[in-house]
């Protein structure tokens, strides 16, 4: 083991909250404090724009009880921010961790927060300043590299299955057509994970489009043409993110002068826009009265009541792997969660931040059917133990048809 740094430490949450990223943080702060050489433990609120403002709170003394409670509450107790520091930003960053003696810095969060964090560990190397700085990986996209999958997709995971389970019976007693918006910028894992809504053999999402794949408004209607004229319903799984062969949002054909988020994106989440456009196209061209659409929004990042128990438990894993990687070992890195068996197991690794920062993952190609408009096996075998346990499973009445007495006079 290599001589202990002496210091402070300080863990941070960024970008969207999730079902468990309070158990990544709670793992910070227990693991933290049983190293005798830690000082002091803060928290930043809102991310770093806490860290600008020097906006901590001391969590040395913070009971554990509350702690493991505060765990078990989604979305980030610490609060987030959107802000995406450039370089100049960071090393404002770097000057207040300095200032404070804060010798770990631990982040939680997606693609944005670990080139964050790559910069200001650039930072400190320059200044030849001892900062450990270790990214623990957070998103529902599950998008990021170098992982197998990521805390907080499991659970997002979890409610967009079963969202799209209750959808699915709703649909099948009142028929029509139901389109569903998911998140998912650049990638489809959360939307592909509606293919656990589907028992029986008729079950809906009977067609599944992500943002791997183009996305061709004619075959489109192609398709839900063919599966309403199989099952007379038809229900549609989307990405938010989904693009034609030319790679332009499918928003923008539809619903042309779409406005832009904080970093120059089209907005996607805060609208309906999408679901309402697709809803319109199918209506317009294939003259079907019952059409409706939802979109998912914020309802799924940080959901009550349905939390994915593997999910929360790697969240807390990964956290605690962090802290003694940056304090056994004195390196700096993200955390990446490997899964080493098929039948499920996991493993923690760090890997450099330049591996992960600013870096997208987007969904293998063994998981898209062909036609482009669903989901493989191999896809069904990965997701389904993210998800975790307990999950529902519907059930359908057997019993025999009563033969008619009226018709069959009639006939």
């Known amino acids: 083991m290599v001589d202990k740094l002496a210091g402070k430490v300080l863990v941070a949450q960024g970008g969207g909250p999730t079902a468990v990223i309070n158990q990544s943080l709670t793992g910070v702060v227990l ?35 509350n702690l493991e409670a ?13 802000d995406k520091p450039d370089r100049d930003y960071c090393h404002r960053m770097f000057e207040v961790l300095r200032a404070h003696g804060i010798h770990y810095f631990f982040y939680v ?44 997709y499991g659970s997002a995971a979890r409610f967009v299955a079963q969202a799209f389970g209750g959808v699915n019976l709703d649909n099948r007693a009142l ?60 229900i549609v799984a989307v990405s938010e993110g989904v693009t034609d062969a030319s790679g332009q949002p499918i928003m923008t054909r539809l619903k042309p002068g779409m406005g832009q988020d904080a970093h ?5 989440s805060g609208t309906g826009a999408l679901g309402d456009a697709l809803m319109d196209h199918v209506k317009d061209n294939l003259k079907l009265k019952r059409v409706r659409s939802d979109t998912f929004g914020y309802l799924q990042r940080s959901f009550v009541g349905c939390v994915s128990d593997r999910d929360a438990h790697e969240a807390r894993e990964a956290a605690e792997k962090a802290v003694q990687f940056a304090m056994w070992d004195d390196i700096d890195g993200s955390v990446a969660i490997r899964r080493p068996v098929p039948n499920y197991s996991v493993d923690y690794e760090l890997v450099p931040l330049k591996n992960v920062a600013g870096k997208t993952r987007h969904m293998d190609d063994a998981f898209l059917n062909e036609a482009g408009n669903g989901v493989t096996q191999a ?33």
């Open 175 to 234: 028929k029509g057509v139901y389109i569903g918006v998911v998140m998912g910028r650049h990638a489809g894992f959360l939307t592909a994970a509606s293919c656990l809504a589907r028992r029986f053999e008729d079950d809906g999402p009977h067609l599944i489009y992500v943002p791997e794949r183009p996305f061709d408004l004619d075959r489109f209607l192609g398709d839900v043409d063919r599966t309403m004229k199989q099952y007379g319903r038809c």
């Open 31 to 65: 693991e933290a404090r049983k190293f005798p050489h830690i000082t002091r433990v803060y928290g930043a609120l809102h991310g770093v724009r806490g860290i600008i403002d020097e906006d901590f709170l001391d969590l040395t003394r913070e009971t554990t009880h």
């Open 109 to 152: 969060g997606g693609n944005d927060s670990s080139d964050t964090l790559r910069i200001v560990n650039e930072e400190a190397e320059q200044a030849k300043y001892p900062l450990r700085c270790v990214h623990i990986p957070k998103t529902i996209d599950n998008d990021l590299m170098e992982n197998d999958h990521c805390p907080g």
């Open 70 to 82: 505060v765990a078990l509450t989604p979305s980030s107790a610490l609060l987030s921010t959107r």
């Open 264 to 268: 120059g994106n089209v907005q996607l």
């Open 379 to 411: 896809f069904y075998t990965y997701v389904r133990p993210l998800v975790g346990s307990g999950m529902f499973e519907p059930a359908r009445l057997r019993a025999a048809r009563v033969a008619p007495v009226i018709k069959g006079r009639s006939s």
